[in-house]
């Protein structure tokens, strides 16, 4: 499968952004989905994930409470809605497939990524 995110960009303390992630080569629907992200000069870090149905998510505890993860399997998206940005969100952001549906929380599961989009919150 491909995967391809898109929507970031740069913003201020406090605004909101939703990232978009579309799948190609495959059924949206026969996988987990989550995104990572990676700041400059630290290592990658799960954000969220979500099961196959859309019911089942999981959250970083850096993010619970202000991202919002969902999905679209009749149109192969998969989205995160980013309120209260913070600068320390600044980070490059990718999907992730993990090919268990039920997998959107086990973090070693994802095999197959997407390239990043940036995304810079300024204070």
């Known amino acids: 499968v491909q995967l391809q995110a898109s929507g970031g960009g740069v913003v201020q303390t406090g605004d909101s952004l939703t990232l978009s992630c579309k799948l190609s080569?495959?059924?949206?629907?026969?996988?987990?989905m989550g995104w990572f992200r990676q700041a400059p000069g630290r290592e990658r870090e799960f954000v969220a994930g979500?099961?196959?149905?859309?019911?089942?998510?999981a959250y970083a505890d850096s993010v619970k409470g202000r991202f919002t993860i969902s999905r679209d399997n009749a149109k192969n998206m998969v989205y995160l809605r980013m309120d209260s940005l913070r600068p320390g969100d600044t980070a490059d952001y990718s999907c992730?497939?993990?090919?268990?549906?039920?997998?959107?929380?086990?973090?070693?599961?994802?095999?197959?990524w997407g390239q990043g989009t940036l995304v810079t919150v300024s204070s």
């Open positions: 992730a497939a993990n090919p268990h549906p039920y997998g959107h929380h086990n973090i070693n599961g994802f095999t197959s």
């Open positions: 979500i099961g196959w149905s859309g019911t089942m998510t």
């Open positions: 080569g495959g059924t949206l629907s026969s996988f987990a």
